[in-house]
Nanobody
Framework: QVQLVESGGGSVQAGGSLRLSCAAS??????ISWFRQAPGKERGGVAG????????NYADSVKGRFTISRDNAKNTVYLQMNSLKPEDSAMYYCAARTRYDRPWFRADQYDFWGQGTQVTVSS
C-alpha cells in the first residue's frame, strides 16, 4: 500500500505559478501521476512520471506550462505549474498507478489516491 499526501494548492491570479507536492509513504519503481477534477467534470490525468526512470507524460492542455519531477530521496513528486489559467482551477490529486492495461491518464489505472489539494486561478 502507498499513502499519498498532497500540498501546495492555493489561489493565484491568471499567469501565476504554484508548485504542488505529493509525499508518498514509500515507492520504488512506481508510476505517480497528478490528476485534476473540476466540478461537474471527470477526473483526468495532468502529468505522470515513472519514479524508477525517466518516462514522463503530460496532458496536451498543460504541455509547456507544467513540469512534473521527483525527488526519490524524499519520496516526493512535484508539479510545477506556470502560466496558470482559470481553466486550470480544480482539485488536484496525486495517485500511484497499479494497472497498465490502459493509458496513463485514465483514473481506473490507479488504486492509491491522495486527499487532494485545491487550485483556484482567477482571471
Amino acid at each position: 500500500q502507498v499513502q499519498l499526501v498532497e500540498s501546495g494548492g492555493g489561489s493565484v491570479q491568471a499567469g501565476g505559478s504554484l508548485r504542488l507536492s505529493c509525499a508518498a509513504s514509500a515507492y520504488s519503481k512506481d508510476y505517480i501521476s497528478w490528476f485534476r477534477q473540476a466540478p461537474g467534470k471527470e477526473r483526468g490525468g495532468v502529468a505522470g512520471i515513472y519514479t524508477g526512470g525517466t518516462f514522463i507524460n503530460y496532458a496536451d492542455s498543460v504541455k509547456g506550462r507544467f513540469t512534473i519531477s521527483r525527488d526519490n530521496a524524499k519520496n516526493t513528486v512535484y508539479l510545477q505549474m506556470n502560466s496558470l489559467k482559470p481553466e486550470d482551477s480544480a482539485m488536484y490529486y496525486c495517485a500511484a498507478r497499479t494497472r497498465y492495461d490502459r493509458p496513463w491518464f485514465r483514473a481506473d489505472q490507479y488504486d492509491f489516491w491522495g486527499q487532494g489539494t485545491q487550485v483556484t486561478v482567477s482571471s
